[in-house]
T-cell receptor
Framework: GGIITQTPKFLIGQEGQKLTLKCQQN?????MYWYRQDSGKGLRLIYY???????QKGDLSEGYDASREKKSSFSLTVTSAQKNEMAVFLC?????????????FGSGTRLTVL | QQQVRQSPQSLTVWEGETAILNCSYE??????FPWYWQFPRESPALLIA?????NKKEDGRFTIFFNKREKKLSLHITDSQPGDSATYFC??????????FGSGTQLTVMP
């Protein structure tokens, strides 16, 4: 088995601040994802990466940057936090070689912007 | 534009009843349909998945029925248990790494 570790678990920021969320996985999976979960809106894809140094935009990439410098880690940056923003950011990894297979999720980072 | 739609938004059934959760999609190239469930304060986890080569996938009390012509699928949970209470997400992929999720159905099973 493996585990996906997201840090921090809780993140409080100020409007306009640049915030970075980190994710580590020890599954040795090639593909990693960042999803945003808002109440009542399901999971929306921000960025994904199919290998080290690869970055692919999802439908919600505007306002975010991502970085995959190592196979085991994938970070997400909120470039300018929006006032009153509240969401859970979920990191996931997948073994899928050619397409999305089973996604394994981390426990999430809960963002609150004051 | 929402590519994967789920209904109802919330559903309450009694213990022992069959819960039926619905999902529809627009993109005819979708070829992989997993269902994830999420318990309160936990992360989503894969429950069951189907590919269009078959129109039914069963795993214990959980069954997916798939209708390719109508672009619809449903998750049936027979003999529902209180421990099944969770939010269920239908998702879809078209041979790529992008997995598109619906907005979820919150299921409550009353004892």
């Amino acid at each position: 088995g493996g585990i996906i570790t997201q840090t921090p678990k809780f993140l409080i920021g100020q409007e306009g601040q640049k915030l970075t969320l980190k994710c580590q996985q020890n599954f040795n999976h090639d593909t990693m994802y960042w999803y945003r979960q808002d109440s009542g809106k399901g999971l929306r894809l921000i960025y994904y990466s199919i290998t080290e140094n690869d970055l692919q935009k999802g439908d919600l990439s505007e306002g975010y940057d991502a970085s995959r410098e190592k196979k085991s880690s994938f970070s997400l940056t909120v470039t300018s936090a929006q006032k009153n923003e509240m969401a859970v950011f979920l990191c996931a990894s997948s073994i899928g070689t050619f397409s999305a297979e089973t996604l394994y999720f981390g426990s999430g980072t809960r963002l609150t912007v004051l | 534009q929402q590519q994967v739609r789920q209904s109802p938004q919330s559903l309450t059934v009694w213990e022992g009843e069959t819960a039926i959760l619905n999902c529809s999609y627009e993109d005819s190239t979708f070829d992989y349909f997993p269902w994830y469930w999420q318990f309160p304060r936990e992360s989503p986890a894969l429950l069951i998945a189907i590919r269009p080569v078959s129109n039914k996938k069963e795993d214990g009390r959980f069954t997916i029925f798939f209708n390719k012509r109508e672009k619809k699928l449903s998750l049936h949970i027979t003999d529902s248990q209180p421990g099944d209470s969770a939010t269920y997400f239908c998702a879809a992929s078209s041979g790529s790494w992008q997995l598109i999720f619906g907005s979820g159905t919150q299921l409550t099973v009353m004892p």
